[in-house]
């Protein structure tokens, strides 16, 4: 991340290593539903190695002979990983043989016909699995278990993952020129504006684990429904509320900063986000000024499907995220996690 982030459940239990090698990350796509079985579609599951997303989609494009718009998917996977992702191509009338598809790195799992595309977000969530290696000391299991156990009570602060940021921070670079006057393909402008309010979000959460308000609904602040995009304010905190966020059934929210700032929260809430938002003037000023609406984002995120073995060498974690979460948020309250496929890169 472009700065250290507070951590909501005390310091790392050691450092490590991440993406040492491919099969030490992986991740499971869970879309939710079933495929409907008809339609004009073809729902693919597949399972990639160390293979990105788009550079895939474009090869199924190729494949099925249609245009690179006809393909779908839910979300962008690590490149460094083995990744199972759903991809949806609309082939219009004969089906591929996808059984032919021979692509280095990707491997069919499933084929299906659906009726509609697939489109970013439209998943419930990610299972992971994540081995942690070259441990600078080795936890005990008491210390290990303890942590498992306060994250399943509490859950994690919900900040956004350093691949939002792009390598070296270049997102955050790109949103610095855009909002100098530079023009930008749409896919840049898209990072940049994203990196952004990525930004300015992750400060403003770190500020609230600080206070310790990550996991408490503030009065006057918008309150956002468990698994959905739903939120409504909250003018004054009762037994009831704390009940429901003791329950996760709601959660407090932050700002994704846009032309309504801190979207709609009483002066008090926006006051203390405009405080933290104020050392990033050319972040806001430039998002309000290309016209970008303001949204919320839950401040925690409860993880489920908690898992742990461990062996004199490494830490293997598993767990499940929905949806838009990223799971180096929930590392990164268990160990200082150098990534070395970044490293390798030069991140």
Known sequence: MPATEARAHGEALFSACIRSRPEDFRVTEQLGFEPDGNGEHDLLLLEKTSTNTEWLAR????????????????GLKDRHAICRQWFSVYTRGARPDWSGLAL???RLIQASRHRRKLRRGSHRGNHFRIRLARLSS?????ELTARIDAIAARGVPNYFGPQRFGRNGENLELAAALFAGAKLRRDKRGFAISAARARIFNAILSHRVGTGTWERILPGELANLDGSGSVFEVQAIDDEIERRVRAFDIHPTGPLWGTSGSSETSAEVAAIEAAVASEFGVLTEGLCAAGVSAAVRPLRVRPSALGLRRDKSSVELTFWLPKGSFATALLAEFADAEDAAAARQGR
């Open 59 to 74: 090869q199924l494009a190729r494949f099925a002979g249609v245009s690179a718009r006809d393909v779908g998917y839910c």
């Open 104 to 106: 280095e790195g990707v």
């Open 138 to 142: 080795v936890p005990s299991t008491a």
